[in-house]
């Protein structure tokens, strides 16, 4: 019994690094911190590839940098196993850094004084940053989950490499939009956890942390189609400026193609092919946008929705190939609010809170049958405030197949009104193809309510 007792006891000896004495040793740390072999091959793999970048890059430069394809993976292996000596505390792991610190510290202070191509004081820290992340790699590779470990390699040897591109895109964005996404980014990331997850009147079952939500992911995939649109001009054009505009918004981008058709007869067929392209999109975004809220709700409107969204894109070939467009391209569809300034958003954020009024005491008055009628009336403004109301559960009296007509009727309302935006702004006939196929869409999508709610059996 007392030989099993001594046993275990060195077993639990060596497991925490001491020797059977009680002292620790080196021996028994090192074999208790010893990471899987394949751990090795990420970290030269690793660091081979992050000096093979830095070695590229400053293949052309006249002076000599401290760096490469030899340095990095050297530096990764030194800083491996100084973590592993002592993983808990780390003493051997910062000493090594301090060294490798001054060690740079030496090499910056003489090059500071080398001017660089412009004839400038060589001020940059890229060198030193790289060598500092040659160093600390080792331990991230052999001390941390894998995805960390190559994530922040190729993100900077991405920044590394992408020099030249992200300082054209700094000089092309204006500081307006930095300051706007600035703000936005404050208050998701300060406001938001300190909404309340619960509802604040007994008037509607949203709370405010909902609300909230449904904002950013609406402002989230517009600003993505903004930005798109606002920057990548230069590069893509003509349909694939209709189906940004769709991401955005078919509205908005139905009016901008009408008006472009009136006044340019050489783009009338493309932007008859645009509109209607833009509406397709539509129902992808309001599929999208469903499915980060409720994603049950996501797999009843995919039939109805895909199938709207195909016989879209059916009509969007047959206007591309049958009206023979001429090769010249749309102008940029210009979009004049940013989604994610805050008058946008406080905009959205009370059209969200009247919806969520409005449809709860619609349900309680008049049942399912009123929240159709609201759906139809709904569509004629902005029809993502009224969706994402009903995918966060702002009706709760309301079954989820009466919710999926709802959705379904509120799009083709809104098509009526963009047909009819398109008529206007074009004078009647320039877009009349686009017209016809917007307030085709909007019956089909009726037919569509029609027949889910006589199969659903909800009259109301």
């Given at each position: ?11 639990y000896q060596r497991e925490i690094g001491q020797s059977p004495a009680g002292v620790r040793g080196l021996g028994f740390t090192l074999m208790a911190n010893i990471p899987p072999i394949a751990n090795f091959g990420l970290l030269l793999g690793l660091s081979f590839f992050l000096g093979l ?226 509406t397709a999109i539509m129902y992808l975004r309001i599929l999208l946008v469903v499915a980060v809220f409720n994603t049950a709700l996501a797999r009843r409107l995919a039939i109805p929705l895909l199938i709207l969204c195909i016989a879209a894109l059916l009509i969007v070939a047959a206007q591309?190939?049958l009206l023979q467009p001429s090769h010249q391209e749309p102008k940029q569809i210009a979009m004049n609010r940013n989604p994610l300034e805050l008058g946008t958003a406080a905009i959205f954020s009370v059209l969200f809170v009247v919806t969520s009024l409005l449809s709860t005491w619609v ?98």
């Amino acid at each position: 019994m007392q030989a099993t007792t001594d046993i275990g006891k060195l077993a639990y000896q060596r497991e925490i690094g001491q020797s059977p004495a009680g002292v620790r040793g080196l021996g028994f740390t090192l074999m208790a911190n010893i990471p899987p072999i394949a751990n090795f091959g990420l970290l030269l793999g690793l660091s081979f590839f992050l000096g093979l970048a830095f070695e590229d890059f400053f293949a052309k430069a006249d002076t000599r940098r401290p760096g490469g394809v030899r340095t990095f993976p050297i530096l990764s292996l030194a800083g491996g196993t100084l973590y592993l000596f002592d993983p808990t505390h780390l003493v051997p792991f910062t000493a090594g850094l301090l060294v490798v610190g001054i060690w740079l510290a030496v090499f910056y202070n003489r090059h500071i004084c080398e001017p660089d191509e412009a004839g400038e004081s060589s001020v940059g820290l890229v060198i030193l940053l790289l060598n500092f992340l040659a160093y600390v790699l080792g331990a991230v590779a052999l001390g941390l989950p894998n995805w960390i470990a190559v994530g922040t390699t190729v993100a900077a040897v991405l920044l590394l490499t992408g020099r030249e591109q992200l300082h054209d895109l700094a000089r092309r964005v204006e500081i307006k939009e930095i300051v706007t996404a600035g703000q936005f980014l404050i208050l998701t990331g300060l406001i938001l956890p300190l909404l309340p997850a619960h509802p604040i009147s007994s008037l509607t079952s949203i709370t405010p942390r909902q609300a909230w939500l449904a904002l950013v992911a609406v402002c989230t995939v517009s600003y993505a189609s903004y930005i798109a649109q606002r920057y990548w001009a230069a590069s893509i054009g003509g349909l694939w400026m209709a189906a940004l505009g769709g991401l955005y918004s078919s509205t908005a981008t139905t009016v901008v193609l009408a008006r472009q058709a009136k006044f340019d007869e050489a783009i009338r067929a493309q932007a008859q092919a645009g509109i209607t392209l833009a509406t397709a999109i539509m129902y992808l975004r309001i599929l999208l946008v469903v499915a980060v809220f409720n994603t049950a709700l996501a797999r009843r409107l995919a039939i109805p929705l895909l199938i709207l969204c195909i016989a879209a894109l059916l009509i969007v070939a047959a206007q591309w190939w049958l009206l023979q467009p001429s090769h010249q391209e749309p102008k940029q569809i210009a979009m004049n609010r940013n989604p994610l300034e805050l008058g946008t958003a406080a905009i959205f954020s009370v059209l969200f809170v009247v919806t969520s009024l409005l449809s709860t005491w619609v349900t309680a008055e008049f049942g399912t049958t009123g929240v159709y009628w609201l759906a139809a009336i709904v569509g004629f403004t902005d029809i993502d405030p009224f969706v994402l109301n009903l995918a966060e559960g702002g009706t709760a009296a309301v079954p989820m197949d009466a919710i999926v007509v709802a959705i379904v009727i509120a799009t083709s309302s809104n098509n009526v009104l963009k047909a009819g935006y398109a008529a206007f702004f074009s004078g009647g006939r320039a877009v009349l193809p686009s017209v016809i196929a917007l307030l085709a869409l909007a019956a089909a999508g009726g037919v569509f309510a029609i027949a889910m709610a006589s199969l659903g059996g909800n009259t109301g």
